[in-house]
C-alpha cells in the first residue's frame, strides 16, 4: 500500500505560480510512477504530468509543457509539481497517484491503483 497526500493547492490569478506536493508514505517506492492528475467541475480526470521514481524519467500532458515541471525529492518521498504561467483553465482538483511497473501509458487514470484525496487549485482571471 502507498499512502498519498497532497498540498500546496489555492486561489492564484492568471499568471501567477504555484507548487504542488505530493507526499508519499508506506511501500518503497523503488519503480514506482507517480502521476499528477486532475478533474475540472463537469470533466473526466485528466492526466497531468507522471514521473518515473526510479530513473526520474518525466511526462507531461501537451496542455501543460512547458509551463508545468514534475519533480522528485528523494529524502522526503514526495513529488513536486511547480505550475507557472497558470491559467484559468487549469483550474481543478489536483490529484498525485501512484503505480507500480504495469503495461500501458502512464497517462491512463485507470492503471493507477493509489491516489491522494486532492488539492483545490483555482486560477481566477
Known amino acids: 500500500q502507498v499512502q498519498l497526500a497532497e498540498s500546496g493547492g489555492g486561489l492564484v490569478q492568471a499568471g501567477d505560480s504555484l507548487r504542488l506536493s505530493c507526499a508519499a508514505s508506506?511501500?518503497?517506492?523503488?519503480?514506482?510512477?507517480i502521476g499528477w492528475f486532475r478533474q475540472a467541475p463537469g470533466k473526466e480526470r485528466e492526466f497531468v504530468a507522471a514521473?518515473?521514481?526510479?530513473?526520474?524519467?518525466?511526462y507531461y500532458a501537451d496542455s501543460v509543457k512547458g509551463r508545468f515541471t514534475i519533480s522528485r525529492e528523494n529524502a522526503n518521498n514526495a513529488v513536486h509539481l511547480q505550475m507557472i504561467s497558470l491559467k484559468p483553465a487549469d483550474t481543478a482538483v489536483y490529484y498525485c497517484?501512484?503505480?507500480?511497473?504495469?503495461?500501458?501509458?502512464?497517462?491512463?487514470?485507470?492503471?493507477?491503483?493509489?491516489w491522494g484525496q486532492g488539492t483545490q487549485v483555482t486560477v481566477s482571471s
Open positions: 497517484a501512484a503505480r507500480y511497473p504495469t503495461i500501458g501509458s502512464v497517462a491512463v487514470t485507470t492503471s493507477y491503483p493509489y
Open positions: 508506506g511501500r518503497t517506492l523503488d519503480r514506482c510512477v
Open positions: 514521473i518515473n521514481w526510479s530513473y526520474a524519467n518525466t
